[in-house]
């Protein structure tokens, strides 16, 4: 398939797709647009944001600001006040967040009660717990999550993106970016439904505290960088910017009781497509996905704007763009 066959089969089947960037062996083999995107514009990447939360943790864990994945989310929060008959929460590590194994006090996820409250920390972690314990069921969660960038303020005393723009995007070669907060519901829906480009920016609460389940927005080539990074164990460009070990400990298969999420396994914020072939993936809401398959070097990044019938691009991109590059589109 040339590339002018594929931008248009792309463009009549895939019309929400913006950008897509494809590097194999470390090098850019693939680059095109649509939808009148340019190659530096940003779009919002959704749920694809907490698998770049997941590497600022391994950051913090490298930085020794973090101690274990392993301790207690409370011991972070030591002015937190635990509502009255509430036992499990004493309990929940950190591990039991980034893995989607935490138990709340909630079915879905309580968007208006967290996004109209003063502290989105406090108001998620009041939902953390619950009467049944620990049961290690698997229960995906988008605003409670807000914890882990919550806990991340809470050690390293900085707005989420200043830390990521420092530690993470600034040594990957991804431009600075800012905080965006919504003072109404009407803009907070704008801004996640909104088909143009966005800024570099990453949504944040009223105390400038990033969103770690959605929020920030790249662009293709910034989200290709962030699979190179990980395809590399973590370096880039000859410097070590997460550990390997995290990396390794990140993409970690385990088993997700469910067939509502195409069978898929799941690691730390990352989802496992293959856990053989070691593929895995950052995958947002409307097809926004970090596709990462380190037996062939290769690594994908497709930007989408909204649209809520799409879930992942997995498909497409095993069938349709992966083959491409192998044949050296």
């Known amino acids: 398939m040339t590339k002018e066959a594929l931008h248009n089969l792309i463009k009549k089947e895939q019309p929400n797709i913006c950008q897509i960037v494809a590097y194999k062996d470390n090098k850019k083999i693939y680059s095109d647009e649509w939808n009148h995107y340019k190659a530096d514009d940003c779009t919002h990447i959704m749920s694809a944001t907490k698998s770049v939360v997941a590497l600022l943790i391994g950051i913090a864990l490298d930085h020794g600001l973090i101690k274990s994945v392993d301790d207690k989310v409370l011991d972070y929060f030591p002015d937190y006040t635990v509502k009255r008959g509430e036992k499990t929460i004493y309990a929940i590590t950190i591990k039991h967040l980034l893995t989607m194994r935490a138990p709340y006090k909630c079915k879905g996820d309580p968007w208006t009660k967290i996004c109209t409250s003063a502290d989105w920390t406090k108001t998620s972690l009041d939902f953390l717990g619950g009467r049944k314990g620990l049961t290690n069921e698997f229960q995906y969660q988008t605003v409670c999550l807000h914890i882990l960038t919550g806990l991340l303020h809470q050690v390293c005393n900085m707005k989420t993106v200043d830390y990521a723009n420092k530690y993470l995007f600034a040594p990957i070669g991804v431009k600075n970016h800012i905080n965006f907060y919504a003072e109404t519901a009407d803009e907070h829906k704008h801004f996640t439904m909104c088909k143009e480009p966005k800024e570099d920016v990453w949504f944040c609460d009223p105390m400038q505290i990033a969103t770690p389940g959605y ?27 997460v550990s390997s070990k995290w990396i390794d400990e990140m993409t970690a298969p385990a088993l997700v009781e469910s067939d509502q999420f195409r069978n898929m396994m799941y690691g730390y914020l990352w989802w496992i497509i293959d856990k053989d072939k070691k593929v895995y993936a950052a995958i947002g809401n409307s097809g926004n996905v970090i596709y990462i398959d380190p037996q062939n070097d290769i690594v994908i990044a497709v930007t989408s704007y909204f649209k809520p019938t799409v879930f992942d691009r997995v498909d497409f991109i095993e069938e349709v763009i992966k083959p491409s590059i192998l044949e050296k589109l």
């Open 215 to 241: 929020g920030l927005c790249l662009s293709a080539e910034d989200m290709a960088k962030i699979g190179l990074l990980c395809l590399n164990k973590g370096s880039f460009d000859g410097k070590q910017i």
